[in-house]
């Protein structure tokens, strides 16, 4: 965002004859949509997927804690939930609440069948 703001300054300064002469910010300023993942591809995709990893791991491990999950399932739910969406990454649109969905539904998983709990298995 910062980049097509500073670019569009630089552009507009250029075809202006004079240095010195102030650009309103009004008329350079046009909200830029930030691409979902699935229109990123590549490199891209991964930073996208790593920026919302560091981001949102720690909201969505007090999410399965305040659903039932104590401090190291909540971790390891949380984790899995990541997992499951790294594939995906392409195809989901709003990831924060594609990965709470999916964390709420390991717990209930590991809510039911405490044997999973048990040997750590989903």
């Known amino acids: 965002m910062v980049a097509v703001l500073a670019d569009r300054i630089e552009r507009s300064a250029q075809e202006d004859d004079t240095t010195t002469a102030s650009v309103p910010l009004a008329s350079i300023w046009v909200p830029v949509e930030t691409p979902t993942a699935g229109e990123c591809s590549g490199e891209a995709l991964k930073t996208d997927f790593a920026n919302c990893y560091v981001k949102?791991?720690?909201?969505?491990?007090?999410?399965?804690?305040?659903?039932?999950?104590?401090?190291?399932?909540?971790?390891?739910?949380?984790?899995?939930?990541?997992?499951?969406?790294?594939?995906?990454?392409?195809?989901?649109?709003?990831?924060?609440?594609?990965?709470?969905?999916?964390?709420?539904?390991?717990?209930?998983?590991?809510?039911?069948?405490?044997?999973?709990?048990?040997?750590?298995?989903?």
């Open 56 to 122: 949102e791991l720690p909201s969505l491990a007090w999410f399965v804690m305040s659903l039932g999950a104590n401090v190291h399932e909540a971790a390891d739910i949380a984790q899995s939930a990541f997992v499951e969406a790294f594939p995906k990454w392409d195809s989901i649109r709003h990831p924060r609440a594609w990965l709470r969905q999916v964390a709420g539904r390991i717990l209930q998983c590991l809510l039911r069948w405490p044997t999973c709990r048990r040997n750590n298995v989903r």
